[in-house]
C-alpha cells in the first residue's frame, strides 16, 4: 500500500511538471511551422504544425491553444490542398471559439472566413456563403491582411453567386468587399 502511495505521488508529481515541457515543445514546433510556412516548406511546416498541436493535447495546455493549433495546421493543409482535412481541423477550431468567444469575435470570424475557403475549394459554395454571411457584421472589424483576404474571398463568392443567379446575396458580398 505504501509503494502504491509512493508511485502515485510521484506521478502526481510528474505530470505536474510535463505541464511547462509541453508548452515549451509546442511553442517551439510552433515556431518551426512558421518559419518552414514561410519558407514555402509546406511539408515539414504541416509536421511541425501537427507536433505543436499533439503538445497541447499531452500537456494539457487549454482549448484556447488548441483552437489556435488547429487553425494553424489547417491553414497549411489548405495550402497543401488537403481541404477535406482543413476543413475538420477548422471546424474543431470553430466549435472550441464558439464556447469561448462572443459571437462577433473576430477569431471566429477568422476561422469563418477560412472555413468558407476550404469549402469553395471543394465546390461547396452554398455552406461557404452561409458562413460569409456570418462573417458580414464583423467584416470593418478586421485589418491588414485579414480585410484584405476578407474581401478578396467576398469577391469570389460574389462571382460564384452571379453564376447560380443569386444576384441578391452577391451584391451584398460586392458591396462589403468594397467597403474593406
Given at each position: 500500500?505504501?509503494?502504491?502511495?509512493?508511485?502515485?505521488?510521484?506521478?502526481?508529481?510528474?505530470?505536474?511538471?510535463?505541464?511547462?515541457?509541453?508548452?515549451?515543445?509546442?511553442?517551439?514546433?510552433?515556431?518551426?511551422?512558421?518559419?518552414?510556412?514561410?519558407?514555402?516548406?509546406?511539408?515539414?511546416?504541416?509536421?511541425?504544425?501537427?507536433?505543436?498541436?499533439?503538445?497541447?493535447?499531452?500537456?494539457d495546455l487549454g482549448q484556447e491553444?488548441?483552437?489556435?493549433?488547429?487553425?494553424?495546421?489547417?491553414?497549411?493543409?489548405?495550402?497543401?490542398?488537403?481541404f477535406q482535412e482543413a476543413e475538420?481541423?477548422?471546424?474543431?477550431?470553430?466549435?472550441?471559439?464558439?464556447?469561448?468567444?462572443?459571437?462577433?469575435?473576430?477569431?471566429?470570424?477568422?476561422?469563418?472566413?477560412?472555413?468558407?475557403?476550404?469549402?469553395?475549394?471543394?465546390?461547396?459554395?452554398?455552406?461557404?456563403?452561409?458562413?460569409?454571411?456570418?462573417?458580414?457584421?464583423?467584416?470593418?472589424?478586421?485589418?491588414?491582411?485579414?480585410?484584405?483576404?476578407?474581401?478578396?474571398?467576398?469577391?469570389?463568392?460574389?462571382?460564384?453567386?452571379?453564376?447560380?443567379?443569386?444576384?441578391?446575396?452577391?451584391?451584398?458580398?460586392?458591396?462589403?468587399?468594397?467597403?474593406?
Amino acid at each position: 500500500m505504501k509503494n502504491a502511495l509512493i508511485i502515485l505521488l510521484f506521478t502526481l508529481l510528474i505530470a505536474g511538471c510535463a505541464n511547462p515541457i509541453n508548452r515549451a515543445t509546442s511553442d517551439n514546433y510552433a515556431e518551426i511551422c512558421h518559419i518552414a510556412m514561410s519558407e514555402g516548406q509546406l511539408d515539414d511546416a504541416e509536421q511541425a504544425c501537427y507536433r505543436a498541436l499533439v503538445n497541447v493535447d499531452w500537456g494539457d495546455l487549454g482549448q484556447e491553444l488548441k483552437s489556435q493549433r488547429l487553425y494553424n495546421l489547417a491553414l497549411i493543409k489548405r495550402r497543401l490542398a488537403k481541404f477535406q482535412e482543413a476543413e475538420d481541423l477548422l471546424n474543431q477550431s470553430l466549435t472550441i471559439e464558439e464556447r469561448f468567444s462572443q459571437p462577433s469575435s473576430l477569431r471566429i470570424g477568422r476561422r469563418e472566413v477560412e472555413l468558407s475557403v476550404n469549402l469553395a475549394a471543394q465546390g461547396k459554395w452554398t455552406d461557404g456563403s452561409r458562413l460569409l454571411e456570418r462573417v458580414l457584421p464583423i467584416a470593418k472589424q478586421f485589418e491588414g491582411q485579414d480585410r484584405t483576404w476578407t474581401s478578396e474571398v467576398l469577391r469570389q463568392y460574389a462571382d460564384q453567386l452571379r453564376k447560380t443567379n443569386q444576384h441578391d446575396l452577391a451584391s451584398t458580398f460586392e458591396k462589403k468587399a468594397s467597403e474593406l
